[in-house]
């Protein structure tokens, strides 16, 4: 997969925002770059606000397989972050140290998808997550449909569970805009699985490009979805 180009410094930050709270405080975020220290923190803190919700991983039932799970990891830590794409994002102390580590707020592991690339079967993602998504790909061709040849896709988007209901998925889908800006890609897209983050998506300015039932994928994958969820939407946005 192709990575980060060389010329575009890194780490760094590439959006910052504020939330008050209900008792009138204001918290201060920041949205930047992952870095190699934070890998271990990026593993633990997806297994616990991901893979435990996300439609698609727990149709395929990742987290209850000591295999697939170790394949996740292995796909996350040796295919993905690598590519220095992924963002993160922390609370913001004005640059105020503490000894303690910084919590995770949100992450969003990010892919440069280019036409015609194959992907590396050693570090793939577990098969049954494998199988839903090149169903769901079949379904549609961005290259052609945007007449791009590369765009940013995504992996997995979660909020921490402490943080969420104020929106700071919509902030991380903002943040995809000056990192498409830096790496020179003018469209994004993800399959967003889950209701919520279709919400936000479409406040972050992106389009549905298709939106499929979970009952037919169910149907004709032999999987069982969350009853929670309804249908999938394949998003976009194109970067001005
Ligand atoms: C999806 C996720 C990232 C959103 O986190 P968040 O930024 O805190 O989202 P919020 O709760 O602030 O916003 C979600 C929005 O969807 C809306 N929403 C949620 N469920 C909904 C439903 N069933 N019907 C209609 N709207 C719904 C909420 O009302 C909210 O919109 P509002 O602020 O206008 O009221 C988070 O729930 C998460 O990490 N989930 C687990 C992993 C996952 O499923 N990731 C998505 C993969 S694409």
Known sequence: MVGRPASVEFPQVWRRFERTLPDGTVKKFKIQDVTED???DVMFFMEENFLKEEPFTLAAGIIENQKALEQMHNFWR???LPLRLSIVCFEDYDGFRTFMKPEIVAFNFLIHSV???????????????????QEVDSRFNIY??????EYLTAAGLAVNKEYRGMNIGAEMLHARTPLCKAIGIRVTE?????????????????????EIKYDDLAEKLKLKFPDSAKTLKVMTKIID
């Open 38 to 40: 934070m890998y271990d």
């Open 78 to 80: 040796n295919e993905v």
């Open 115 to 133: 036409k015609g690339q194959k992907k590396d079967k050693k570090n793939a993602e577990p098969s049954e997550i494998g199988r839903i998504l």
């Open 144 to 149: 052609n449909l945007h007449q791009v040849k």
């Open 190 to 210: 993800t399959i967003f699985s889950a209701v919520g983050s279709q919400v936000l998506a479409s406040k972050a300015g992106f389009e549905t490009l298709i």
